[in-house]
């Protein structure tokens, strides 16, 4: 609908390359910080309402984590197309990582989580480069990367001494300063938000933006233009990896204790998949619309116990079949088009 | 026996194949010739229902099977040769001629007719597709095809990388099989073989019928001497 | 010793179980992720018909009977859209429904029977196979995956439909040339492997109980046979799930469990990096 070169065989489910933001691409630096800043603003307001309930800053802040997650894949598969079936063994990386590094080894809170970070952003890139090197096509890096994510699993609950297994572990470091109370995480974490919003919003502006939209679109076509196609197939990897790590650690140390259900495949890689499906893949703030809106539903079903499980497979199978480029674009493009007809002419792209 | 008409086809919304009409009469082997790009193969992978045309219609022993699927079109008695072969790469000689009879059951006379046919068959009966020479996998291509015992066989372009004596083979075997009743509809780009051995050809250029006539008719006219036959000044074909 | 007939055990139970998803996948393009939950869900027909005062045959009829039905009708709804695709977007969209698919039949399971587990027990002692005592339960089991793998065999081999079959995992364009319809095929393959799942659930609930909550680790297992044999090819799933068996009963026996389910996922990847076809799959 937008007239872009689209290929036959991409999947229909990368569908919304932001096309809001692709027709302000050529405008400057302020027009992508006005709804940044608008959303960062709204966001800020949560804890005047629930800010007494420890247990609801509880959720806010792990919704925001999955905000932080849901754009570091997006950036991953969004902008570049790979199926990095690893979302929550990345950031369990950061979380593990730094919690081991702090508690174990004894490095400032600090040092632990850049550490973190980076392991997981290597990761994520190594990932990268040997799908790419191998010619993995989509199907193949899911495989392996879910391969990883059972991996890592399988690791955590193995190396009980340091991780706590099954039953998971405790984090000393950071429970005396703010990290640990009750309104100061989340705006820790909204601040990660909103910076991450920012570089990607920054990068979908840039020739690698630029790179990555050519490449997702149409590969050979971008080889012929001259992209290296795995090259920045790993630049996205690696941001993307970035942002998991980071966010992942982050949140641990505002948690203070850590189980293999904190980064599980079922509990973060599939309800970031959600997120993203409803709030659109490849868009900017689809993350947040997602986010929001699956932090808030998830609190809903919560009393439903183990049948939440059945909302989120019905919810996966409606999401991707019937709104394959998500609600939130759908849903722009019909205002749009509505819109464009309320006032008498058609508003192209 | 066959009747096309106003037929177009193409890919993502793009034709190749422009208002083509052209027919087959039972009993004849009518050829199609263009040169590559032409549109043949095209024409032919929507005509035998593995594309689906954009206009047309198709009409086969009187019945309609415009756009129907390749699965159909196959059990109704009409066969495709494609130019890729899809031979089962894994599966005996044996086997795929076995295949080629589906859904009926296999004919041990029908069988034996293909084999005499194509000697080179019997001998590697229980070898794999897979290691068999190029000129082999065609003669198993065609054999495969008439197990079935089909009234219409339609190839596309079977001399593709032959050598000329195995190329020269397949088509006598054809005009054997000619003769005990099979019509044939063949394209090529390598014209004088084809021009030999049909009676009836039309010339496909960038997706539009041009030219049409008797193999006599067409290998006097002076733009396919030069086109297609490499004799005379290049003059350009009209038509 | 005992390790390596503990392995070849479970190695034909995993070779079976890759079967169906391979066949599935080969014939198909199709990556049925909710395969572990087929298998749960006809386990519990069985255990629900035992616990209501069927015998165990027609119990494990009834298990064999449903786990057909499920994948027909896995045929006939959840993948009627996948159809429409091909290649790779079918691949992708197969795989992402048939999660959400595994999601509610975990949830609605776990959810309703969260304690309920199929145990068949198979009377009498012990018999000594090479020296080594050997359950009953394991025999049986043992003895009824050789002779449905050779059942397979004969099928796909010598009947003309099993023939069909396999043309259309060789090459799809060419079986539709002689008139094999590829979506009859699929669904004949789909209720096979619903078939399949159900028998290796009923023939492991010998050796060891099968519950509610094994619907994924089924999954995970049967996909990395499945990738390590190669896709399509049923002997390739056999080869496949016999090495694996075997790595797996003696890494677990000598270094852990965990270790031993890294070592096969680390398998998997690895076939994936070097071999993306396979042992016995066909090479692109």
Same mark, same amino acid.
């Given at each position: 609908m937008s007239g872009r070169l689209s290929s036959? $065989?991409?999947?229909? /489910?990368?569908? +919304? $390359? +932001?096309d809001l933001v692709e027709a302000r691409s050529?405008? $400057? =630096?302020p027009v992508l910080l006005i709804p940044i800043g608008v959303v960062g603003a709204a966001l800020a307001l949560v804890p005047l309402w629930i800010g007494d309930s420890r247990v609801l800053m509880g959720v806010a802040v792990l919704g925001l984590a999955f905000a932080c997650y849901a754009i570091g894949f997006n950036v991953i598969f969004g902008s570049t197309?790979? /199926?990095? =079936?690893?979302v929550g063994a990345l950031a369990g990386i950061g979380g593990y990582g730094a919690a081991i590094l702090a508690d174990?080894?004894?490095?400032p809170i600090t040092v632990s989580i850049l550490v973190a970070t980076l392991t997981a952003t290597f990761t994520g890139g190594l990932l990268s480069f040997v799908a790419v090197r191998r010619s993995l096509g989509v199907i193949f890096t899911g495989i392996v990367t879910l391969i990883f994510t059972l991996s890592f699993d399988a690791l955590l609950l193995g190396l009980s001494g340091l991780?706590?297994?099954?039953?998971g572990r405790l984090i000393?470091? +950071?429970?005396?300063?703010?990290?640990?109370d009750q309104i100061a995480p989340y705006y820790l974490m909204l601040a990660l938000v909103l910076i991450f919003l920012l570089i990607h919003g920054l990068l979908q502006r840039s020739h690698i933006g630029w790179a990555f939209r050519a490449l997702r679109d149409n590969e050979v076509a971008a080889e012929l233009a001259g992209v290296d196609v795995a090259r920045y197939r790993v630049y996205g990897a690696l941001i993307g990896a970035a942002m998991l790590g980071l966010a992942g650690s982050t949140y641990a140390f505002t948690e203070g204790r850590l189980s293999p259900t904190t980064y599980g495949f079922g509990q973060v890689d599939v309800v970031v998949l959600v997120m993203l499906a409803f709030g659109g893949? +490849?868009?900017?703030?689809g993350p947040i619309a997602g986010a929001v809106t699956f932090t808030i539903v998830d609190e809903i079903l919560i009393e439903f116990g183990q049948l939440r499980q059945v909302a989120y497979g019905i919810l996966i199978i409606v999401l991707f079949l019937r709104l394959p480029r998500g609600v939130i674009p759908t849903v722009a493009s019909l205002w749009r088009r509505v819109r464009g007809r309320c006032l008498g002419f058609q508003v192209f792209r | 026996m066959l009747e096309v008409t106003g037929f177009s086809a193409g890919y993502q919304g793009n034709d190749?194949?422009?208002?083509v009409a052209f027919h087959v009469d039972p009993g004849e082997a009518v050829m199609i010739i263009g040169s590559n790009g032409a549109g043949k193969t095209t024409l032919f992978r929507a005509m035998c229902g593995l594309l689906s045309p954009s206009s047309g219609q198709v009409l086969f022993e009187g019945d309609h099977i415009t756009g129907l699927p390749a699965e159909r079109i196959a059990r109704l008695g009409m066969r495709f040769v494609s130019a890729?072969?899809?031979?089962?790469?894994?599966?005996?000689v044996q086997e795929n001629l076995l295949l080629g009879a589906y859904p009926g059951r296999p004919d041990p006379e029908t069988m034996s007719v293909v084999l005499d046919l194509f000697p080179r068959l019997a001998e590697r009966?229980?070898?794999?597709?897979?290691?068999?020479s190029g000129g082999e996998q065609q003669m198993l291509a065609v054999g495969r095809a008439l197990m079935s015992k089909p009234r219409l066989l339609v190839l596309d372009e079977?001399?593709?990388?032959?050598?000329p004596l195995l190329a020269q083979a397949t088509y006598e075997a054809l005009g054997v099989l000619r003769q005990r009743g099979l019509t044939v509809l063949v394209a090529e780009q390598q014209v004088p073989l084809a021009m030999a051995f049909c009676d009836r050809g039309y010339v496909l250029e960038n997706g539009f019928i041009r030219l049409e006539g008797t193999s006599e008719e067409l290998a006097e006219n002076p733009g396919i001497r030069s086109a297609?036959?490499?004799?005379?000044?290049g003059a350009m074909l009209d038509g | 010793m005992a390790n390596i007939l503990d392995g070849l055990v479970l190695g034909l139970q995993f070779g079976l179980l890759a079967t169906g998803l391979t066949l599935v996948y080969g014939l198909g393009g199709v990556l049925n992720l909710a395969y572990g939950q087929m298998a749960v869900t006809s386990a519990m027909m069985v255990t629900l018909a035992m616990d209501a005062g069927v015998p165990a045959l027609p119990a494990a009829g009834i298990g064999l009977l449903g786990g057909g039905l499920l994948g027909l009708f896995l045929d006939q709804t959840i993948l009627r859209p996948v159809y429409r695709l091909h290649d790779e977007p079918r691949v992708l969209l197969s795989l992402l429904l048939t999660l959400g698919v595994s999601f509610i039949v975990d949830g609605f399971l776990i959810w309703r029977y969260p304690l309920k587990a199929l145990t068949l027990h198979i009377a009498g002692g012990a018999v000594e196979i090479l020296g080594v005592p050997m359950r009953r339960g394991s025999l049986v089991a043992s003895a009824i995956t050789l002779i449905t793998f050779a059942g397979l065999f004969v099928f796909l081999q010598r009947t003309t439909l099993g023939r069909a079959v396999r043309s259309v995992i060789e090459d799809e364009e060419g079986a539709r040339l002689v008139g094999i319809y590829p979506d009859r095929m699929l669904r004949l393959i789909l209720v096979l492997s619903g078939v399949l799942a159900a028998l290796v659930a009923i023939t492991r609930s010998m050796v060891t109980p099968v519950n509610t909550t094994s619907g994924l680790s089924i999954t995970v297992f049967a996909l990395i046979v499945t990738v390590v044999g190669g896709l399509g090819s049923v002997a390739g799933a056999l080869l496949a799930g016999m090495i694996l068996g075997i790595v797996s009963v003696v890494a677990a026996d000598f270094i852990g469990s965990y270790i031993s389910l890294i070592i096969l996922l680390v398998a998997a990847a690895v076939t994936i990096l070097?071999?993306?076809?396979?042992?016995?799959g066909v090479k692109e």
């Open positions: 036959e $065989s991409g999947p229909s /489910l990368i569908g +919304g $390359s +932001g050529s405008r $400057s =630096l197309g790979q /199926l990095f =079936l690893c174990r080894v004894g490095l991780t706590g297994g099954d039953t000393d470091s +950071g429970a005396d300063t703010f990290l640990r893949i +490849g868009t900017l703030f | 190749v194949v422009h208002e890729e072969r899809h031979l089962f790469p894994r599966m005996t009966r229980r070898q794999h597709v897979g290691t068999m079977p001399s593709t990388g032959l050598a297609y036959l490499g004799v005379g000044d | 070097i071999r993306p076809a396979g042992l016995l």
